[in-house]
């Protein structure tokens, strides 16, 4: 599903934010990114979000190469890439439903729809009796899981987070640390940052460590 064959990426200022990765993840592997604040794990994200280009090497998603895909099929392929984010980034003047719904709209799904969707993936993290409520009216962790429906709304088969449970405690990371099992056990890839390394042993999944922008190992 996602192979990394010799990728760097340096920036025009001459910084190689990643140098020679190789690495392959299949469809349905849930797998951890791990490594030091500016070890690369936020630019290898990027990489599969086309936000940025290798610089060297190939990225095969599904076979295809993204270096050869055109300025004008990137936003289709990203409808296939869901993300979360650490601080959620929710817009607070819409609703829960209306943050959620957004990737359709601007996908241009007609409103039945994009009800459906959305109303199916509120179920899926918990949160389909807060539907009309304010984010602002969510605790930290309910906030999260609507950045999360938000990301498996329009239903990608690559799910990216990059340091998801950074703002939570203990108790609420392991929770959110289940959902992204249960989207990894219907067959989505799925490849979180974090620099919560208690929380990733406790897991016993795979692991992928970088260092200085280089792959230094994977265990599992």
Do not use: C, W
Request: positive net charge; without cysteine; proline residues 3%.
């Amino acid at each position: 599903m996602i192979r990394f064959d010799g990728v760097s990426k340096r920036y025009a200022e001459g910084y190689e934010a990643l140098s020679d990765i190789s690495l392959s993840l299949d469809a349905g592997e849930l797998a951890f990114l791990t490594g030091h604040s500016g070890a690369g794990k936020s630019t290898l994200l990027k990489l599969i979000m086309l936000m940025e280009r290798p610089s060297r090497g190939q990225l095969l998603i599904n076979g295809k190469n993204l270096n050869r895909l055109h300025r004008s099929q990137i936003p289709h392929y990203r409808r296939r890439v869901g993300v979360v984010f650490q601080d959620h980034q929710l817009l607070f003047d819409r609703t829960v439903f209306d943050n959620v719904a957004l990737p359709l709209l601007v996908s241009g799904y007609q409103t039945r729809e994009i009800a459906k969707r959305v109303r199916a993936s509120l179920d899926k993290v918990g949160l389909l009796d807060r539907e009309k409520l304010n984010p602002m009216q969510l605790s930290g962790g309910e906030q999260q899981r609507v950045g999360i429906a938000r990301a498996v709304v329009h239903k990608p088969r690559i799910l990216l987070a990059d340091e998801p449970t950074g703002n939570l405690d203990p108790a609420l990371s392991e929770e959110i640390m289940g959902l992204f099992r249960e989207f990894r056990d219907v067959g989505v890839t799925v490849l979180i940052a974090t620099h919560d390394l208690a929380l990733v042993q406790s897991l016993g999944e795979r692991t992928l460590s970088l260092k200085e922008g280089r792959l230094m190992g994977s265990e599992s």
